[in-house]
């Protein structure tokens, strides 16, 4: 069997203890759903490392990969998706690329997007606080 394709996603938080949600701007089955900003591991390419670029190409940021949240979740079949808890390094986030807006969510407000149904169960093990 071929090994899935692995997108890695940020949560990342402000100082304030609020988590960052992004709402897709395509492709058209998901744009407007709300997800944890990230992309493909490209090959050759480490988690880490496809995580720091796809949030400087994303949202204009230098971030660090802090801590993996356990676990994996299934997208498109031949897709995973895993998540790692980010420290903000430098920059503002902005919706440069694959996203019309951003939120910070504080934990009252986590649900209060429309989350890609692929990402429900990894917001909620990465805001149970098990990374
Ligand atoms: N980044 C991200 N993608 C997700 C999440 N949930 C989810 O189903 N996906 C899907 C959407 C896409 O089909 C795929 C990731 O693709 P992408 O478009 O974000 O990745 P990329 O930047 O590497 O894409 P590309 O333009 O280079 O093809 O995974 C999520 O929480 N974050």
Same mark, same amino acid.
């Given at each position: 069997?071929?090994?899935p394709i692995v997108v890695v996603a940020a949560a990342?938080?402000?100082?304030?203890?609020?988590?960052?949600?992004?709402?897709?701007?395509a492709p058209p089955?998901?744009?407007g759903r709300w997800e944890l900003p990230g992309g493909k591991v490209e /090959?050759?390419?480490?988690?880490?490392r496809a995580l720091v670029r796809e949030l400087r190409e994303e949202l204009?940021?230098?971030?660090?990969p802090v801590a993996?949240? /356990?676990?994996?979740? /299934?997208?498109? /079949?031949?897709y995973v998706l895993r998540v790692?808890?980010?420290d903000l390094r430098s920059?503002?986030?902005l919706p440069l690329q694959d996203h019309d807006e951003l939120r910070w969510l504080g934990p009252d407000e986590i649900w209060s997007v429309d989350w890609l149904d692929q990402d429900v169960p990894a917001v909620k093990d990465t805001v149970s606080g098990t990374a």
């Open positions: 069997m071929t090994e990342l938080y402000d100082t304030g203890g609020r988590l960052l949600a992004a709402r897709r701007s089955e998901l744009a /090959p050759g390419e480490s988690p880490e204009g940021v230098d971030a660090d993996r949240v /356990p676990g994996e979740w /299934p997208l498109k /079949p031949g790692w808890r980010c920059g503002d986030p």
